[in-house]
């Protein structure tokens, strides 16, 4: 996962967020009061529309209507059109419509809450409805899925939120930030001189980080087993899940870290290539986004020019805008 070590021209703040740890690092430390508050009311804005935890939010009501159009806020709109272009864009391997499968595999409720196990057995392969079953109607801000789906906007609406965050504040503060949920990593304005330093560990927030990179705009993101796993009665499973067969892929990588011009891009594609296994390598390189792959076994592999050791990608990120 992804950690950012702080520099001197660097003023941090620290919070929780979307079940996830929040940071904030702006590079005027009179913008640090606003950068908060911009943080704290994007995490709240998401978390009303899109949270499935919460009997109160929005898809929480979309997926009580029983098949019935729900009118939604433009928050949600944005949300779920995100999460259907990930969709397309991955060829289905980040799917909004594994809540279902999640929720068999123990993933139920805060993750607080199922970090020391759950009790049951390992279900069945049952592929996902598939995202095309969603029907988002843009212009009159309606939502309709299939009754008894669970819709779970995760692996996209924490990028979306640090993506919104890095924009706003740079453009209202005119700072240079760098925002990570859950070390989902979004950048904008002016950074400080050579980019922000990340350092690359197998889970968020580790000062272990064995590698360290710079980065200056756009997006960063790692999906990995290591950090959001609980043991299911014997089983170890984790909260990435194949649409194919409803349940988590078989283990090729520890982590994928990939860089983009977006933090949404970002996650989508590291995300993906949990799914993807083996085939992810030449995915990646075909779309030109420079990958970090870490194997079960710890070897590394570098792709579609990722640095090797410590060193800058911002001229990388800019690139695949």
């Known amino acids: 996962m992804v950690n950012a070590p702080p520099v001197d021209n660097q003023h941090i703040y620290r919070t929780l967020g979307l079940g996830c740890r929040a940071e904030i690092w702006v590079t005027d430390a009179n913008a640090l009061v606003g950068a908060i508050d911009i943080l704290h009311h994007e995490l709240e804005r998401i978390d009303r529309a899109a949270s499935r935890f919460r009997a109160d939010s929005e898809i929480a009501v979309v997926q009580r209507a029983k098949g019935r159009p729900v009118a939604i806020s433009s928050t949600l709109v944005e949300a779920v059109s995100v999460a259907l272009r990930v969709a397309e864009a991955t060829d289905g391997d980040v799917d909004p419509t594994v809540g279902n499968a999640v929720s068999r595999l123990g993933y139920d409720r805060d993750f607080a809450r199922i970090a020391g196990g759950?009790?049951?057995?390992?279900?069945?392969?049952?592929?996902?409805?598939?995202?095309?079953?969603?029907?988002?109607?843009?212009?009159?801000?309606?939502?309709?899925?299939?009754?008894?789906?669970?819709?779970?906007?995760?692996?996209?609406?924490?990028?979306?939120?640090?993506?919104?965050?890095?924009?706003?504040?740079?453009?209202?503060?005119?700072?240079?930030?760098?925002?990570?949920?859950?070390?989902?990593?979004?950048?904008?304005?002016?950074?400080?001189?050579?980019?922000?330093?990340?350092?690359?560990?197998?889970?968020?927030?580790?000062?272990?980080?064995?590698?360290?990179?710079?980065?200056?705009?756009?997006?960063?993101?790692?999906?990995?087993?290591?950090?959001?796993?609980?043991?299911?009665?014997?089983?170890?499973?984790?909260?990435?899940?194949?649409?194919?067969?409803?349940?988590?892929?078989?283990?090729?990588?520890?982590?994928?870290?990939?860089?983009?011009?977006?933090?949404?891009?970002?996650?989508?594609?590291?995300?993906?290539?949990?799914?993807?296994?083996?085939?992810a390598v030449q995915w990646l390189d075909s779309l030109g986004l420079p990958s970090r792959l870490v194997t079960v076994g710890g070897r590394i592999l570098r792709v579609a020019g990722w640095p090797a050791g410590a060193s800058a990608i911002s001229e990388l990120t800019e690139s695949t805008r």
């Open 118 to 279: 759950v009790c049951g057995s390992l279900p069945e392969e049952l592929p996902v409805v598939g995202w095309r079953s969603i029907e988002l109607d843009r212009a009159n801000r309606t939502l309709r899925v299939p009754p008894g789906t669970l819709i779970d906007l995760g692996a996209t609406a924490k990028a979306l939120t640090a993506d919104r965050i890095a924009q706003r504040v740079s453009a209202t503060l005119g700072c240079g930030v760098l925002v990570s949920l859950g070390g989902d990593i979004a950048v904008g304005g002016p950074s400080p001189f050579g980019g922000f330093r990340v350092g690359l560990a197998d889970v968020s927030g580790d000062v272990e980080a064995p590698e360290t990179v710079t980065i200056a705009s756009g997006g960063l993101a790692t999906s990995g087993i290591m950090s959001r796993r609980w043991r299911l009665g014997r089983h170890m499973v984790n909260h990435i899940v194949d649409p194919s067969t409803g349940l988590c892929p078989a283990p090729t990588w520890r982590t994928v870290t990939v860089t983009a011009g977006s933090c949404v891009d970002a996650n989508a594609a590291s995300t993906a290539a949990m799914v993807k296994g083996a085939t």
